[in-house]
T-cell receptor, first 114, second 113 residues
Framework: KNEVEQSPQNLTAQEGEFITINCSYS?????LHWLQQHPGGGIVSLFM???GKKKHGRLIATINIQEKHSSLHITASHPRDSAVYIC????????????????FGKGTKLSVKP | GAGVSQTPSNKVTEKGKYVELRCDPI?????LYWYRQSLGQGPEFLIY????????DSGLPNDRFFAVRPEGSVSTLKIQRTERGDSAVYLC???????????FGPGTRLTVT
């Protein structure tokens, strides 16, 4: 079992729909990251959070530390949101691993149709 | 300002050859990470530098892989006796202090024929 699990693996939505991508993790973490990867490989960091909720434009990320779960929401989705969204965890020092390196989920491939 | 850059963007090599992949982190970032991403998979950690030293190299798959960062800025990932299974996109990322947001380079796509 991966230490970071994402669902769904693939997601197709119509333009304008509200989208949710889920991430659960089994390690102790110091932070949870949501990343966006467009075809061609470039990875952009969307959010880094350790508690609560963050919002940037149409994107919202939430985390529940007790339940070891995070969600990424996209409101009013648009075809340009089509990408792979990756959840990654920075493991806490006392859970092993070096401080800082990321443990990645396998990603969610999102396709938004016009 | 300039982001993380990686060279080359693509590298095709024959099985058994030696390759070097270069990463230029954001100026002033002390932490540098190498990851490897195989087709259809999420990235996997290889090695993490804090300054000039490798703070964690536990992700390197075997002793054919080695990385250096002699002056605490540019890093080179070196792969000896390449195998077809080494084919992947090699990603580099840097962060200011190893605790914050990581900024990724565009990656180097390595193909071993």
């Amino acid at each position: 079992k991966n230490e970071v699990e994402q669902s769904p693996q693939n997601l197709t939505a119509q333009e304008g729909e509200f989208i949710t991508i889920n991430c659960s993790y089994s390690v102790g973490i110091s932070a949870l990251h949501w990343l966006q990867q467009h075809p061609g490989g470039g990875i952009v960091s969307l959010f880094m959070l350790s508690s609560g909720k963050k919002k940037h434009g149409r994107l919202i990320a939430t985390i529940n530390i007790q339940e070891k779960h995070s969600s990424l929401h996209i409101t009013a989705s648009h075809p340009r949101d089509s990408a792979v969204y990756i959840c990654a965890a920075t493991s806490a020092p006392n859970y092993g691993g070096s401080q800082g390196n990321l443990i990645f989920g396998k990603g969610t491939k999102l396709s938004v149709k016009p | 300002g300039a982001g993380v850059s990686q060279t080359p963007s693509n590298k095709v090599t024959e099985k058994g050859k030696y390759v070097e992949l270069r990463c230029d982190p954001i100026s002033g970032h002390t932490a540098l990470y190498w990851y490897r991403q195989s087709l259809g998979q999420g990235p996997e950690f290889l090695i993490y530098f804090q300054g000039t030293g490798a703070a964690d190299d536990s992700g390197l798959p075997n002793d054919r892989f080695f990385a250096v960062r002699p002056e605490g800025s540019v890093s080179t990932l070196k792969i000896q006796r390449t195998e077809r299974g080494d084919s992947a996109v090699y990603l580099c990322a840097s962060s200011l202090d190893g605790l914050g947001k990581q900024y990724f380079g565009p990656g180097t796509r390595l193909t071993v024929t």
